[in-house]
């Protein structure tokens, strides 16, 4: 396990977490985690989050998904309407 270097906590309790880890980890805004301490130690697990492959949307996904990716209705009739043309 990679160590993130030493953090403190802010005035609200928020701890920053570097820019480089979100992106090596596909960590986005919204994204959800489950915390739980175990030995003294803090345990953060990123929860799966069902997300259009094109837009990052989480809402108004449509039913169905290609290779386990989603995509939500908005980017469907985008691509729907380019194939036409």
Not at 23 to 36: A, Q, T
Not at 56 to 75: E, F
Request: proline residues 4%.
């Amino acid at each position: 396990m990679k160590s993130l270097g030493i953090r403190t906590l802010d005035k609200r309790g928020n701890v920053t977490i570097p820019k480089s880890f979100l992106k090596v980890h596909d960590i986005k805004k919204g994204d959800y985690f489950e915390l739980w301490f175990e030995n003294d130690a803090l345990i953060i697990q990123k929860l799966p989050v069902n997300r259009c492959i094109f837009c990052g949307k989480t809402n108004d996904l449509l039913p169905v998904n290609i290779s386990g990716k989603s995509i939500c209705k908005t980017c469907f009739e985008l691509l729907e309407v380019s194939k036409d043309n």
